[in-house]
């Protein structure tokens, strides 16, 4: 048996989810699962109870797609794994249901999308991989130079933080750490 289930997020404290909930209640929803947090943040322990309780073929639904994702790579990552979840998805605002023939439509076009996206960026860095070595730049992180890493060994024997001596040589901090933690 497929149920609804409702996820209501709002941003601060000061916002209202009762016009959210009235509205998954309305459709159907069995049980409606909140988050107070700001679109920023994907760490949301509502949605993530909602995947757990849900099983497969039971629908996520949702007032407007935004309450799931702000921006569209995200959107794209949390439809993609509902899908992997056999969990459909239901937006009302958007007249969204993948319970359907359209809906699931939507999906894939959804997928195309993500996968579209992928390979533009993937595009656009080798691009500018190429076009920077046409100028005579070396893309990447910079060669390991033993010298400066003996000279901040010593530094740092002498009683200098890696931070200080990292500085003092014009390494980065990061690299120091990890080289001393591969000496080790």
């Not at 005579?136 to 130079?145: A, E, N, Q, V, Y």
């Amino acid at each position: 048996m497929t149920n609804i289930l409702g996820y209501a997020r709002v941003s601060t404290q000061q916002q209202d989810l009762d016009s959210q909930r009235q509205r998954l209640t309305k459709v159907g929803a069995i049980r409606i699962f909140e988050d107070v947090i700001s679109g920023k943040i994907f760490n949301r322990p509502g949605l993530e109870a909602l995947i757990d309780y849900a099983r497969p073929n039971d629908v996520l639904c949702v007032v407007r797609l935004d309450r799931l994702g702000r921006s569209l790579k995200e959107l794209l990552e949390t439809v993609e794994y509902l899908k992997e979840c056999k969990i459909g998805l239901m937006s009302l605002e958007e007249k969204i249901d993948t319970s359907s023939a359209a809906g699931e439509l939507v999906f894939h076009v959804f997928g195309a999308i993500a996968h579209f996206e992928r390979r533009l960026i993937s595009e656009r860095t080798k691009e500018g991989i190429n076009a920077a070595r046409l100028k005579g730049k070396t893309p990447g992180r910079p060669t390991f130079d033993k010298e400066k890493f003996d000279a901040a060994l010593r530094l740092i024997e002498s009683g200098l933080s890696p931070t200080a001596a990292a500085k003092q040589l014009n390494i980065g901090r990061s690299t120091i750490y990890r080289e001393l933690k591969y000496a080790r």
